[in-house]
C-alpha cells in the first residue's frame, strides 16, 4: 500500500538510508515474519512477546514496526480470535507502539515515532471497528489491552477516534458496558471516556442516555465520595465533560436524578475534617460541577439558557448547597479553593440578606447544629468562632468569603454595616457593628496563638492581609462605611501605627496605606477630627507624605502584585492540571523562606481582579490626598454681603473689618504657597530614584495634579483680587458721593452768607434814611438807634441759628471726608490727587465795599 511505502521511506530518512538496512529494522522485519509465516504456534507467540519488548523501548524499532507490522498484527485479531495468547500479544505490541518513549530531551523536530504509528492506525475506521468488537471478548487482557489501546488513540488522534466510534453501531454502547466490568477494565473505561466526551456534544448525548449519571454516581458512592481515589476524580471529569455546554444533559440530570448526589460529594464528614492532596481534587472537580450547573458556557446568553441556570440555582439553593460551601470555605482547617460570587449581584443581596445574628449562646454551639442555622448566620458564626483562643484562621476565612459577598455591591455594604454583634460576654458592653469587630480581629491578629498555645508567627502572614482585603473592599465607594470606620478614634491610630510597623510585612502595610487613601477618597464627613483633611494632615505627622506614598511602590513590586496574572477563560479541571491546582497543601513545610511573599492562601486570595482595584484606588488616593493637602483647612466662603457696612457699624469698625478680611485673605495664601511647596518638595524627593513604569505614572499624574492645584489656586487668588478691586472701586464711589455733598454744603453755606451780606446792606440803607429824615424836620421820631439795634439783633440771632446748624453739618461731612481719605489712603491712592480741584470755584466772595459813615 502507498500509505505503508511512504513510511518506509520516512524509516530510511531516519536511520540514514533509504533500504533501512539498521539492526533495528532488521530485528524487527524478522519478528514480523515469523509472526506471518511460522509454522509453530509457540514460536508465534515468542516472537510476538520478543517484538512488543523491543517496540517498548527503542524508538527505532517502533518507527520500524510502523512501517511494516500494522497490517500483521491487525490480521493476528481478525483471524485467530481463538488463539487467546497470540491476540493479548498483538495488542500489548499495538500499546506499545503507540505509547511515546522519553529518552530525555531531544531536538524539537525530532520524529515522534509514537504519533506517527497513531496516525497510522486511526487512518482505517475498520481498525476501530475490530478493537471495539474486542470488548466483547471473554478474556480480561484482551478487555484491558483493548481499552488500553483505543485510549492511546484518544489521547494522540482524538477527532478523527469521536468520528470513528460515532459511524459504528453500538460502538459506545460496547464502551459503556465495561463501567460495569472488572474494577481494573472499569477504571480504564472510565479514562477513555473522559477523553471521548471532550467537545463531543453528540456522544455527550449518547451517554447520557445509555445511563451514564446513573453509572456515574454509583461508582463514586462505591468509592466512597470526597474521601475516594483517583476513580472518583475520574467519575466527576466524566460528568462534567457530559454537562459542560450541554443544556439538555443538564435538565435531564436535574429532572430524573437530581442534583442530591452531587451535593452529598461536598459533604465533609469525620470531626477533623482532614484533606488529603486526592480529596482536593476530588472536591475541586464537584465545584467544577457546581459551576456548570450556575454558570453555563460562553454560549449562555439567550433566556432559555438564563431560564435554565436560574432554575438550577433555585434547585442547589434549594438542597442547601451554600451550607456546604460554606463549610468548605470557612469551617475547615485547611479550605483548598474561595468560595466566590463571580458578578452576580442578586446572588450576593440574597446571601447578604440572611446575615442574621444569632444569640450568643448559639454561636458557641457545637459544629452538629450548623444544620439548624442559614448561610449567613453560619458565616457570621465562622467571623466569631474561636475569637477568645486567640485562633483567627476560621474568621479570617469567613472574611475572605465576606469579601466577595461585598464586592462591587453597595447594597451589600450598606445592609452589612448594620449588623451588630454581642460583646463575647454580655457584662463586657453593649453590642458594636461587625466592622468594629473585624478591625478588633486584625489587631488580635499581630499576636496570634497557635493552638498548642505558642507564638504562631506565620498566622498574621494571611489572616491580617484577608481581614484587610475585606475593609478594603468594604469602604470602596462606600462613605458611609468609612464613617462607620472613623467613627471609633482608635481605628485611625492603629492604622497609622501599622502602616509604620517594620516588623509587618509589605502587603500588610500597602493595604493598610490603601485602607488610610480610602478614608481620604470616600470621606464626605464635615464633623471636626473625622474630616479629610484631619485624614491627610494625620498621614502628614504621623508618617510623611514620602514614606506614605512609598507603601504603594513596596507593595505594587511584591511578589503577589507582580505575579497576578489577568483572569485566564476557566479551564476544564483534568488530571494533568489537577494536581497542580491541589499542590498548595505542600507548600508551607517545603519553601518556608518566601512564605512571606508567596503564601498559597494569599496567593489565592489576591486574584488579579482584587489587584486591579488596588492599583486604580492608588491613582485616585494620590490625586486625591494631593488635592486635599494642597488647600487650606477652612475654606473662606465670600459672600458680597461681607463688604457691605452693617447697620449701626461705624466707619472705624467696617474699615477694621474689612483690613481684617484682607489680612486673613493674605494669610490664607501664604498658608497654600507653603503647603504647596512642601508638596513640591515630597513629591520630587519620592520621584527621585529609580521608579518602575506604573510608578512614572503615578509621578506623572500626581504633578499634572499639583499643576493643575497651583493653577486653580492661582485663578482663585486672581478672583479674589478682583473682588477687592470691586471693594476698592466701591469706596472711591462712596468718596465721591461725599465729595459732592460737601460740595453741596459749601455751596448753601456761600449763599446763606451772600444773604446775611444783602441783610447788611438793606440795613445800611435804612440807616441813611433814618439820618436823612432826623436832619429834614423838627417831628418828634421814634429812637431810631433803639429800633436799629433790636433789628440788627434779631437779624444777626437768625443768621447765627442758620449759621450754626451749617457749621454742624459741616463738620459732620468733614469727620466722613476725613475718614475716607485715611481707608484710601490705606488702598494706595492719593488723596490730595482725587481733591485737586474740588471746590476752587465756590470761594466766598470778598466783602469790597466799604460801610458809609
Known sequence: MDLVSGYKGMVGLVFGNENSGSSEDSYVERLLDRISNGALAEDRRTAVAELQSV??????????????????????????????????????????????????????????????????????????????????????????YTLQLLTALLTNSPNRLQEAILTIPRGITRLMDMLMDREVIRNEALLLLTYLTREAEEIQKILVFEGAFEKIFSIIKEEGGSEGGVVVQDCLELLNNLLRNNASNQ???????????????????????????????????????????????????????????????????????????????????????????????????????????????????????????????????????????????TCCRAASVLSYILKNNIQCKERVLRIELEAPMPSLGAPEPLMHRMVKYLALASSMKSKDGKSSPTGNLYVQPIILKLLVTWLADCPNAVHCFLDSRPHLTYLLELVSNPSATVCIRGLTAVLLGECVLYNKSS??????????????????????????????????????????????????????????????????????????????????????????????????????????????????????????????????????????????????????????????KTGGGSISQPEQRAGGASERVQVETLRRDLQEASQRLEMLKTEKAKIESEASMYQNLAGKMESDL?????????????????????????????????????????????????????????????????????????????????????????GDDMGLPEDSEDEED
Not at 450568643?360 to 454551639?365: D, G, Q
Not at 511573599?597 to 484606588?617: R, Y
Not at 485616585?620 to 457699624?649: F, H, M
Open 55 to 144: 517496540v517498548a523501548e527503542s524508538r527505532a524499532a517502533q518507527l520500524a514496526f510502523g512501517a511494516m507490522g500494522f497490517p500483521i498484527l491487525m490480521g493476528v485479531l481478525k483471524e485467530e480470535r481463538d488463539d487467546v495468547e497470540m491476540v493479548r500479544g498483538a495488542l500489548e505490541t499495538l500499546v506499545s507502539a503507540l505509547t511515546p518513549i522519553d529518552h530525555g530531551k531531544g531536538p524539537k523536530n525530532e520524529v515522534q515515532p509514537a504519533l506517527m504509528n497513531t496516525d497510522l492506525l486511526s487512518r482505517e475506521a475498520e481498525n476501530i471497528s475490530l478493537l471495539l468488537s474486542l470488548l466483547t471478548e471473554e478474556d480480561f487482557y484482551i478487555r484491558y
Open 251 to 393: 435538565i435531564l440530570l436535574r429532572e430524573t436524578m437530581g442534583f442530591d448526589p452531587l451535593i452529598s460529594i461536598l459533604k465533609l464528614r469525620g470531626s477533623t475534617y482532614s484533606f488529603t492532596q486526592q480529596k482536593t481534587i476530588n472536591l475541586l472537580s464537584a465545584l467544577e460541577t457546581i459551576n456548570l450547573l450556575l454558570m453555563g458556557g460562553p454560549e449562555a446568553e439567550s433566556a432559555k439558557d438564563a431560564n435554565r441556570l436560574l432554575t438550577n440555582k433555585t434547585v442547589l439553593v434549594q438542597k442547601k448547597v451554600l451550607d456546604h460551601l460554606l463549610m468548605l470555605g470557612v469551617e475547615s482547617q485547611w479550605a483548598p479553593v474561595a468560595v466566590r460570587c463571580a458578578k452576580n449581584s442578586d446572588g450576593q443581596t440574597m446571601l447578604a440578606s440572611t446575615l442574621i445574628p444569632q444569640p450568643h449562646l448559639m454561636t458557641h454551639a457545637p459544629l452538629e447544629e450548623d444544620v439548624n442555622m442559614s448561610f449567613g448566620s453560619m458565616l457570621l458564626r465562622g467571623l466569631t468562632l474561636n475569637e477568645n483562643d486567640g485562633d483567627l484562621e
Open 527 to 684: 464633623e471636626s477630627g473625622k474630616d479629610a483633611f484631619t485624614i491627610v494632615d494625620s498621614i502628614s505627622q504621623k508618617v510623611g507624605l514620602t514614606s506614605y506614598f512609598l507603601k504603594f511602590d513596596e507593595m505594587q513590586k511584591s511578589f503577589l502584585f507582580s505575579s497576578a496574572k489577568p483572569a485566564q477563560p476557566r479551564k476544564a479541571l483534568t488530571r494533568s492540571n489537577a494536581a497542580s491546582m491541589a499542590e498548595i497543601e505542600d507548600v508551607e513545610e517545603n519553601d518556608s523562606s518566601n512564605q512571606n511573599e508567596d503564601h498559597p492562601i494569599l496567593i489565592s486570595t489576591f486574584d488579579a481582579q482584587f489587584v486591579n482595584l488596588v492599583k486604580k484606588l492608588e491613582l485616585d488616593i494620590r490625586e486625591n490626598i494631593i488635592e486635599v493637602y494642597s488647600q487650606p483647612k477652612s475654606k473662606v466662603a465670600v459672600v458680597p454681603a461681607e463688604l457691605e457696612q452693617k447697620s449701626g457699624e461705624s466707619d472705624g469698625d467696617y474699615i477694621k473689618r474689612l483690613k481684617s478680611f484682607v489680612e486673613k485673605q493674605c494669610s490664607e495664601i501664604q498658608d497654600l504657597l507653603g503647603r504647596n511647596a512642601n508638596l513640591a518638595e515630597d513629591l520630587a
Open 750 to 838: 456761600q449763599s446763606l452768607s451772600d444773604a446775611y451780606n444783602s441783610l447788611e446792606q438793606a440795613n445800611y440803607h435804612l440807616e441813611k434814611e433814618v439820618k436823612a429824615l432826623k436832619s429834614g424836620g423838627a417831628t418828634p421820631s421814634p429812637d431810631i438807634d433803639a429800633i436799629k439795634a433790636e433789628a440788627r439783633e434779631e437779624a444777626q440771632k437768625e443768621s447765627e441759628a442758620e449759621l450754626n446748624d451749617l457749621l454742624v453739618c459741616l463738620g459732620q461731612e468733614q469727620s466722613k471726608v476725613e475718614k475716607l481719605s485715611a481707608r484710601l489712603l490705606e488702598l494706595g491712592e492719593d488723596v490730595d490727587k482725587l481733591l485737586e480741584g474740588i
